[in-house]
Structure formats: C-alpha cells, structure tokens
C-alpha cells in the first residue's frame, strides 16, 4: 500500500483554469528556462529512473516542506495573478529533493558531503589541468553521479557540510483535479 503526502505548487492563475477545463495539471515544459536545459534534461532522466509510471512529460514542481507563505514575495511576478494548489498523492509518483542541494546541480558543481570532499574535488580538477566547465566525460559522469545526492535528504541531513535540510522540493509528471484539496489565489507581491 503506498502513502499518500500533501504537497503545494504555485501557478498562475491560467494554469488553475487550464486544470479546471481538462481535469489535469501538468507542466508546461516550453517555459523552462533555456540557461538550464542540460540541468532539466537530467532531472527527467532521474524520474525515469526513479518513478514508476514516468512518461517523459515536463516535469511539475512542487513544496513538500515548507507549505508556501503567500504574505512573502518572490513566488512570481509582482502583480501576477496566481494561485497556490494543495493536493494529495500518492509517494511513488513524486521525486523529493533539497532544495539547497539543488542548486549545486542548477551551477553544475559538485555536491560534497563534507569541505575535504569538495576540496579533494577541486584538487583532483586542478591536477589534471580541468576546468569545471568543460569536463570529459568520466568527470562528468562523476560530477553527476555527486548529483543524485540531492534526492538522499537523510544524508544530507546528517552531513554539517550540507544539512540541515529545511526546504523539500518535488516533482511530478501530473496532478489530477480530483487530488487537489484546496486553491487559494493571490496577487504575487
């Protein structure tokens, strides 16, 4: 028996209405920013891997933790219309991960569990005469590798070098209107 989690998407307002005519929420891939192409392509092979029943489809992004604060800015342009979607499903359809974390992959570094580790990365690089931007592949094979430590939020929890994880991000290929509990629209600041 698989649980079930609650967790939160904020869209805008004609993403709401979209659902709301077809009965589905889904991502619309075309608005992912292009600087991050090769980072999301990534991403959608890890929920290949990863999730049972993943088609390849864009991938929508979700909070598991924290539930997002509509009285704080910065969720979409000042003025927009949008709207902040609860929703129930089950666990094996989303993939979690830190949102810190994230970011290591977002600027292509290198996710260390601890300084020495990361050092011994840069020195390993600095060896070989490599530029972080421009690895072979058996570095890059290992630089992405180091990625997939996004999704363990146990470990990076436990790492002082990483932890704690306080923002938990997730992704899905679709949220049906029957699993959405609760909309609250807002005016983004």
């Not at 709301?20 to 889904?26: E, P």
């Not at 891997?49 to 969720?75: E, I, M, V």
């Amino acid at each position: 028996m698989t649980s079930e989690v609650t967790l939160w998407t904020i869209q805008d307002a004609g993403a709401w209405e979209r659902c709301r005519r077809t009965g589905i929420l889904r991502a619309d891939g075309r608005r992912a920013c292009a600087a991050y192409r090769y980072e999301y392509r990534w991403l959608r092979c890890q929920a290949e891997s990863r999730l049972a029943g993943y088609s390849g489809g864009a991938l929508l992004w979700a909070w598991l933790r924290p539930k997002p604060d509509l009285r704080r800015g910065s969720h979409m342009s000042e003025g927009r219309r949008g709207v902040r979607i609860e929703f129930v499903v089950p666990a094996d359809r989303i993939l979690c991960s830190d949102f810190s974390a994230w970011h290591c992959v977002l600027n292509r570094g290198y996710l260390a569990l601890s300084e020495a580790e990361d050092d011994a990365w840069d020195r390993s690089l600095t060896a070989r005469g490599l530029d972080w931007r421009h690895l072979p592949p058996a570095e890059t094979r290992e630089l992405e590798k180091s990625w997939e430590r996004i999704f363990d939020l146990d470990r990076l929890q436990a790492s002082s070098w990483t932890g704690p994880v306080t923002h938990v991000q997730a992704v899905l290929e679709r949220v049906f209107l029957k699993e959405i509990t609760r909309v609250d629209h807002f005016i983004a600041r």
